[in-house]
């Protein structure tokens, strides 16, 4: 079978099961003799979010959803709540006098996946399309159908209404598919009865026959991982999305642009690994070996790389928005423009880092080491720095107002520039910094240690005595009064 997305790369979809699936697929892991749902995933070689998605109906990559399905001996349609084929022509009649009448469904948000796969039972295409709008408004399906036909071909069927959403699934021959999908990449179908037509994703690019034997030949290569461990091996753009690789030897590998979504990698050593743009998001990456890896462009996202060794790692440009890096190792990494907004930093080792250009929007960076690193230029709106080490840092230019500084050590910090209004720096240590043009208005500075601090004018001293502030020594603590024990 040729290309149905005429040269359009392939992108990984995502599929989840029905609440009546996950019911089904409940009964049979226990009728297969698996005692937990940790044990069918080690067994499958499958990672154990990946298993716990799919039994809480999350969407998760279609050949991990096939293959739960296949070792749990249940039709994946079925599970997925797509009717078969054969069950079509009543869903026809049906849908003909219900869909205008449909009451009490909420409005559609718009999606950014489709599916497309090729239908198990023939070599018929089956093709996934969400319309964007309310499925109140959707038309009898027959109407939208008898569009697509005349763009098309007269092989096109809406077997299928989803709600919730306005998702199509359409079935069609190789040729008439292919034309639909060409209309909508070209952009000369942008709307099917006044609805919007999102971004087509393609997933299955080749025959049934050939589909199988890609999904087997991904877990034969994971099996290969685990058992025969090999440095620097090539494996750029492989697809090893939700796998359990906990623990692998993967030294030196080449994985620029491999797709490694939701796997388990804890533990993996992946010291000098290439992982330019891959795919990590959501990716088990806790306390594996990172340090020297080039991860530039990676998406990092809701990863967990809590206690993950990244010193001396390249992280440009990389986006890291919401992942998990508490006590992590990242000391002379990379993370020039790096997007950390909304990442857990508490007690990560960033000592030495680039940080430069990097987006720190509502980062927790509580006890954070953070000594020697370039912050100049960083976006640090809302993040919390308190008691965090940032003695030497670069933060010339930085916007720092309104920020948690609670007893941060900044002794020796470059803060030229800096905007600092609005800022917590009660108790922080702020000897030898350098303060020049600094914006300390509205700051707290009780109790704050600003010694021989450069840059600051003497009206601007007497002020921040005024305020509570500290020059000179910080005053000894008064000793505490005698406990005397009862009598």
């Known amino acids: 079978m040729t ?16 609440l009546e699936g996950v019911e089904i697929a409940e009964k049979a892991l226990v009728r297969l003799g698996f005692d937990s749902k940790s044990n069918f995933a080690k067994s499958q070689l499958l990672a154990r979010t990946t298993v716990t998605k799919f039994f809480q109906c999350e969407p ?30 009543q869903l026809e009649i049906n849908d003909c006098n219900s869909l205008d009448t449909n009451k009490g469904v909420e409005p559609v948000q718009t999606l950014r996946r489709q599916v497309t796969v090729i239908d198990e039972q023939s070599q018929i295409i089956l093709v996934a399309i969400v319309l964007e709008g309310d499925i109140n408004s959707v038309p009898n399906h027959k109407v939208l159908e008898s569009i697509l036909r005349e763009y098309s071909g007269k092989t096109i069927k809406i077997i299928d209404v989803k709600k ?50 890609e999904s087997d030949d991904k877990w034969r290569l994971v099996q290969e991982i685990i058992s ?21 030897y993967l030294s030196g590998a080449y994985l620029s642009g491999a797709y490694l979504s939701g796997a388990d990698l804890s533990g993996a050593d992946l010291s000098g690994a290439d992982l330019s743009g891959a795919d990590l998001s959501g990716a088990d990456l806790s306390d594996a070996n990172l340090s020297g890896a080039d991860l530039s462009g990676a998406n990092l996202s ?16 990389a986006d890291l928005s919401g992942a998990y890096l508490s006590d992590a190792y990242l000391n002379g990494a990379d993370l020039s423009g790096a997007n950390l907004s909304g990442a857990n930093l508490n007690g990560a ?10 987006n720190l929007s509502g980062v927790n960076l509580i006890r954070a080491n953070l000594s020697g690193a370039s912050l100049s230029f960083t976006i640090l709106s809302g993040v919390n720095l308190g008691f965090t080490i940032l003695s030497g840092v670069n933060l010339s230019g930085a916007d720092l107002s309104g920020v948690n500084l609670i007893r941060a050590n900044l002794s020796g910090a470059d ?4 905007n600092l209004s609005g800022a917590n720096l009660s108790g922080a240590n ?22 021989e601090s450069l840059g600051l004018t003497e009206h601007l001293r007497h002020d921040l005595k005024r305020r509570g502030a500290i020059f000179g020594d910080r005053p000894p603590r008064p000793p505490r009064p005698p406990v005397f024990a009862p009598r």
Request: contains cysteine.
């Open 3 to 18: 290309d149905p997305s005429l040269g359009r790369k392939k992108r990984k979809i995502t599929i989840p099961a029905s």
């Open 60 to 89: 998760i990559q279609l050949d991990s959803f096939k293959k739960i399905c296949k070792e749990l001996k249940l039709n994946w349609r079925e599970i997925a709540g797509i009717l078969e084929k054969e069950q079509s022509e």
């Open 164 to 213: 919730g959403s306005i998702k199509l699934f359409v079935e069609g021959s190789q040729e008439d598919i292919e034309r639909l999908i060409s209309l909508i990449d070209s952009g000369e179908l942008t709307t099917i009865s006044g609805f919007p037509v999102k971004d087509i994703q393609v997933l299955s690019e080749s025959s049934n026959d050939d589909e199988i034997t």
């Open 228 to 248: 025969h461990p090999v440095k620097g091996r090539k494996l750029s753009y492989a697809n090893l999305s939700g796998a359990d690789l906990s623990g692998a």
């Open 302 to 317: 809701d990863a967990n790389l809590s206690g993950a060794y990244l010193s001396g790692a390249n992280l440009n440009g």
């Open 349 to 358: 080792d960033l000592s030495g880092a680039n940080l430069s250009g990097a």
């Open 415 to 418: 803060l030229s520039g800096a």
């Open 430 to 451: 702020l000897r030898d910094a350098n303060l020049r043009d600094a914006n300390l208005r509205d700051a707290i500075v009780v109790n704050a240690l600003f010694g």
